[in-house]
């Protein structure tokens, strides 16, 4: 009797302060496989005055955040917080929020544990709203209930890796020779329909940002058509089963372009499609009509897969070779120089080296082994005086050690008011 008075209380307590928040949540709820990650769109409502969403944690049991308002986390049962890397919060033009809540595995390994030694097999999800005025905070949580982490499992990716076949971290091919297959490895959660396209960036085209590479489904409704288009090669519409796993066949290579010399990047766009386990109905918490299908989103931009298509074999066979711009050539003056190049041997790190004529150091840039290219910063063309350049690429080892480098390469650019020199 005295533990049902108990359980009263609270309950009753925890619905005063429900009714004593001012923003929502939907889903309120969501089913999260234990074994591997999860992820779910999150749909808030309009956060009154100078309240701005802060960071999230997710943890075993609610305590009241008085004199904040709503419930908050028990220290002593803090799983973890969301990391930045995860964090794709974003302010919804019907003056709401979005959030993409990424559970990590060790999150769910941590709750799935503490469910073995007696506790509720729910954990939570709670997001700080910060008030910039100094008045109460406000916290929103959600439930987040183990399950088996088949069907019920709101579909989302939990990973995609972009290969050659054979898996090479980068091909280089001859004008009119055929790249080889293209496969996308994808693992997820839930079951659904997973739609989309093949799209190939050239040469001289602006390169998609993170925000262009997520999955459609992982942004606001009223964003979803913002995202860079580039030449579609093919489209895909396919089933996944629930069992978190599935192969995806690229594109035809015939279909991918070599006509022009150059750097070109494969994406893998993914749309969003109907998902019931990951819906968020707008009108629940008042910022607009009807349902968001956030299916087969991700908490992370989708790779790229990248093809160097050159006149020459040669530059397969070194170790370290210059791709563009080309030797010789002019960029114009309303675009930064993008250098390429491409690595057929294993390193730590690579320097690009740009000098002008008489040697002069004026851009040493250090970047990871696989990036294989790099825009210029703008304050370049102030610093190049007659606008003629030299650019190489150099790699390094872990020690530091040089272990190849490549030619020197001549470039010229375009200067406002100043003729190119003969």
């Known amino acids: 009797m005295k533990r049902m008075l108990i359980t009263i209380t609270i309950c009753t307590l925890a619905a005063s302060i429900a009714r004593a928040q001012n923003i929502k949540v939907n889903p309120t709820g969501v089913n999260v496989n234990p074994n591997t990650g999860t992820t779910v769109f999150l749909t808030f409502g309009q956060a009154p005055g100078a309240l701005r969403p802060a960071e999230a944690t997710w943890c075993g049991e609610l305590i009241p955040a008085a004199p904040d308002l709503g419930l908050k ?3 002593a049962t803090i ?5 930045a890397r995860y964090n794709l919060s974003r302010s919804s033009g019907n003056l709401g929020f979005t959030d ?4 990590p595995p060790s999150v769910a390994r941590r709750a799935y544990q503490a469910a073995i ?3 509720d097999s729910r954990f939570f999800y709670v997001r700080r709203f910060a008030n910039l005025s100094g008045g ?10 183990l399950a088996s982490g088949g069907a019920r499992t709101p579909f989302a990716l939990t990973d995609a890796q972009l290969l050659f076949e054979p898996d090479l971290p980068i091909v280089f091919v001859r004008p009119r020779t055929l790249t080889p297959k293209i496969k996308a490895n994808i693992q997820y959660n839930g079951t659904g329909r997973m739609k989309g396209r093949w799209e190939v960036v050239a040469p ?20 979803r058509g913002n995202q860079r288009r580039y030449t579609q090669l093919s489209r ?7 069992v978190g796993r599935f192969t995806l066949e690229g594109p035809d290579p015939a279909r991918l372009p070599r006509n022009i010399e150059g750097p070109y990047l494969v994406l893998l766009r993914i749309e969003a499609s109907d998902d019931k386990e990951g819906d968020s109905d707008l009108s629940a918490v008042g910022v607009g009509p009807g349902i968001v299908h956030s299916g087969a989103l991700s908490g992370f931009a989708l790779p790229v897969l990248r093809y160097f298509v050159g006149a020459s074999g040669s530059q397969a066979a070194a170790p370290l070779a210059l791709i563009s711009p080309a030797e010789g050539a002019t960029i114009n003056s309303a675009q930064a120089p993008l250098f390429t190049w491409v690595e057929n041997q294993p390193g730590a790190f690579v320097r690009l080296e740009v000098t002008d004529r008489n040697e002069k150091s004026l851009l040493n840039s250090m970047l990871p082994v696989g990036a294989m290219y790099y825009r210029a910063p703008s304050w370049l063309r102030a610093k ?11 790699m390094f080892d872990q020690t530091g050690k040089q272990i190849a480098a490549a030619p020197w390469r001549g470039l010229r650019l375009e200067m406002s008011g100043v003729a190119p020199r003969q």
């Open 384 to 394: 190049a005086i007659d606008g003629n350049l030299r650019w190489r690429v150099v």
């Open 100 to 103: 993409v809540m990424s559970i």
């Open 136 to 145: 109460p905070d406000e916290y929103v949580q959600v439930t987040c209930r």
């Open 204 to 223: 001289g085209e602006e390169s998609p940002s993170d925000f262009d590479l997520l999955p459609e489904g992982s942004l606001p409704f009223e964003r």
């Open 236 to 242: 895909f519409n396919v089933f996944l089963p629930p």
């Open 79 to 83: 799983f973890g917080s969301l990391p």
């Open 117 to 119: 030694d007696g506790a």
């Open 73 to 75: 986390c028990d220290p």
